[in-house]
């Protein structure tokens, strides 16, 4: 092939194209690369604004759900924007094939246990120990009214809560700030989230109903790291939702 004297091509390995170094880690950056990820760290942060504002205002106004709902709505355009406007691998949203589902579980089963079985009572648990039972009881049953319509709403919304902590707050993040801080981050907020449509008590009663949410978000977060599976994930977070919801109908009083 004939190489232009006015367009010297540079010496060395190439890769589609691109030239690129023998040595590790020092490949030449590619631009448009770049470019796309500061666009799409921009775009993140927009979308994760608008998130945390919600958030933030429906704790002041605390009645007002319809708020963070939005927020949720919109964290879900941008993760459902991904594959067809970024050019993302549905893996990337979490969409694996349905024999996966299985070896994930068997990889992570022992977590799910804890979560759906364990982690449900620990919150209660610390209030009794403390002297706050009946107190907390109260402030977390505000967010449950009419149990079979529950049960059948936790379905949709637990999938919502999967995409928007998991899917998006917690996998953006983790490329910027490691994948153990991005989990914290996204379960402090579906902490907050909680307790804005919670009742109206005390601090420890408060802080005691936000640490037991974090808790097992970031149980679900730890879940997400290591299958990438969002059907595995969200149905641990349903089966969560729903021991929680029929303890307290029946066994938390």
Do not use: C
């Amino acid at each position: 092939m004939e190489k232009s004297p006015g367009h010297p091509v540079p010496a060395g390995p190439r890769r589609n194209g691109e030239p690129v170094s023998d040595s590790p880690g020092m490949a030449f950056p590619n631009p448009q690369r770049i470019g796309a990820d500061h666009r799409e760290w921009r775009g993140f942060l927009i979308f994760f604004g608008i998130l945390i504002l919600t958030i933030a205002i429906s704790l002041a106004v605390k009645k007002d759900k319809s708020l963070y709902v939005f927020g949720y709505i919109m964290a879900i355009v941008y993760v459902a924007g991904g594959p067809r406007r970024r050019g993302e691998p549905w893996s990337e949203v979490g969409v694996r094939p349905a024999r996966a589902f299985l070896d994930d579980l068997e990889s992570v089963w022992y977590l799910v246990v804890l979560v759906v079985l364990v982690f449900q009572f620990l919150p209660v648990g610390v209030a009794h120990l403390f002297g706050y039972y009946h107190p907390l009881i109260h402030y977390i049953n505000a967010r449950v009214s009419q149990v079979p319509a529950l049960i059948g709403l936790a379905l949709i919304l637990t999938l919502f809560e999967t995409i928007v902590y998991q899917v998006f707050v917690q996998q953006r993040l983790s490329r910027f700030i490691g994948t153990p801080a991005a989990i914290v981050v996204a379960s402090v907020l579906a902490g907050l989230a909680h307790a804005a449509s919670a009742g109206t008590g005390s601090l420890n009663v408060a802080v005691t109903d936000v640490a037991g949410v974090a808790l097992d978000f970031a149980v679900f977060g730890v879940i997400w790291a290591r299958t990438r599976n969002l059907a595995l994930t969200w149905l641990t977070h349903y089966a969560t939702d729903i021991i929680g919801i029929l303890a307290l109908a029946f066994i938390l009083r």
